[in-house]
């Protein structure tokens, strides 16, 4: 059973960084893409970006291009979220999620809160 766990979240001020982690366990983690996703209260999920299952090719939603960047370490099982020059707007449940094809996301995880104070 493939398990996705992500962490790192918190309450930041504005203008701060984060990192957020993802841990994908029972699967393939190197065969996946992966994605992440966030959802503020009262709003839809909203995608952030994808990365390619070896890492060579990424995708960004505009909301974070130039701030956030996304990486993996396929010896470790881990994907990574780089948050930079955070704004209130950010404010959100950040999910990441693996996809065996490009069908759709397979696996997601339960989410890591992050706030940003202005």
């Known amino acids: 059973q493939v398990q996705v766990v992500e962490s790192g979240g918190g309450l930041v001020q504005a203008g701060d960084s984060l990192r957020l982690s993802c841990v994908v366990s029972g699967g393939t983690f190197s065969s996946y893409a992966m994605g992440w996703f966030r959802q503020a209260p009262g709003t839809e999920r909203e995608f952030v970006g994808r990365i390619s299952s070896s890492g060579a090719n990424t995708y960004y939603a505009d909301s974070g291009k130039g701030r956030f960047t996304i990486s993996r370490d396929n010896a470790k099982n881990t994907l990574y979220l780089q948050m930079n020059n955070l704004k209130p707007d950010d404010t959100a449940t950040y999910y990441c999620?693996?996809?065996?094809?490009?069908?759709?996301?397979?696996?997601w995880g339960r989410g890591t809160q992050v706030t940003v104070s202005s």
């Open positions: 999620a693996a996809a065996k094809s490009f069908t759709g996301y397979d696996y």
